[in-house]
């Protein structure tokens, strides 16, 4: 008898039905073969997570599920040497495997990457806010990015890349320091965005050390009239930072530390690392400065 193609995106699947549910219904379609059993505790953690992904993911994506107590010549022609095992396959192919109950976010992440048609989750929609925000505020529209950062937090209170921007958002704003300090204080402890918050509040310092020394204009007026001024220099650092031109921030920074690796017990070379977390390695005003930087000094 004919086996029928699956209606559902959840089926049971077997010997006599794998080639045609698995191999040709994987034609334009993701197949994920869940080998299981009753007795195996770790598939009762994993299978229920499966199953609500595989719904998640939409028509185009089939859980097969495979008893290996009931097919066990199919198991060893597979390969399945340990439970739970699941591999995904595509027009025919297979694409990626593993063992073991993973978590969900894990599962979500491996089966989503070949489902690109796959509709975004919530969360993947306030990340892509949170980075739009971040894209408009690189590119100096605060209003937007401010628009675009309280959206992501009203879907998401604790996203932590929306904290995080907004809180640099805050910062260029010349805000309440507390206020600064309220939302790095909510971004989850361990995170890159966590790192890059405690950077973020050494910002705060800055803005201190600028506002002191009377300002952007001054600083660099101080500058221009003696460039070989460190203090002057830095604070010309620290206010570039503030106003977000890390660039230039580095460049007066570097600057110092050529001359003086010493200047006020290593505030450059502090200064510099702040901004390296804040930003990451891949940001364009990082540029070569960590590799130039530890050459200079070791």
Not at 35 to 45: D, I, Q, Y
Not at 234 to 239: D, P, S
């Amino acid at each position: 008898m004919e086996v029928q193609p699956p209606t559902a995106n959840i089926i049971d699947v077997d010997a006599a039905s794998f080639e045609q549910i698995v191999l040709q219904g994987s034609q334009g379609k993701t197949i994920v073969v869940d080998f299981w059993a009753p007795w195996c505790g770790p598939c009762k953690t994993l299978t229920p997570i499966l199953e609500e992904v595989v719904t998640q993911l939409g028509a185009n994506v089939i859980l097969a599920k495979v008893n290996v107590d009931e097919n066990q010549e199919l198991a060893g022609a597979l390969r399945v040497q340990s439970i739970p095992a699941v591999k995904i396959v595509k027009d025919g192919q297979l694409v990626d495997e593993f063992t073991g109950a993973l978590p969900r976010e894990q599962v979500e992440q491996m089966l989503r990457k070949h489902v690109p048609e796959a509709e975004p989750t919530e969360a993947e929609e306030t990340a892509d806010l949170a980075d739009a925000a971040r894209q408009r505020l690189e590119a100096g529209d605060h209003l937007g990015a401010d628009e675009l950062f309280a959206q992501a937090l009203r879907d998401d209170a604790d996203n932590g890349a929306a904290l995080l921007g907004l809180a640099r958002l805050r910062l260029l704003q010349e805000a309440d320091e507390a206020e600064v300090r309220e939302l790095v204080g909510r971004i989850e402890e361990g995170t890159s965005e966590w790192e890059q918050g405690k950077a973020l509040l050494t910002h705060l310092e800055f803005r201190q050390l600028c506002q002191e020394a009377g300002g952007r204009q001054v600083c660099a007026e101080k500058l221009l009239a003696n460039p070989t001024d460190s203090e002057a220099r830095y604070l010309m650092g620290c206010c570039s930072a503030v106003s977000g031109d890390y660039a230039s921030a580095l460049k007066e920074w570097f600057s110092i530390i050529e001359d003086d690796r010493n200047f006020r017990d290593g505030a450059a070379k502090d200064a510099m690392v702040s901004v390296f977390h804040l930003l990451g390695r891949q940001h364009p005003a990082v540029d070569d400065y960590p590799q130039r930087l530890y050459r200079t000094l070791y």
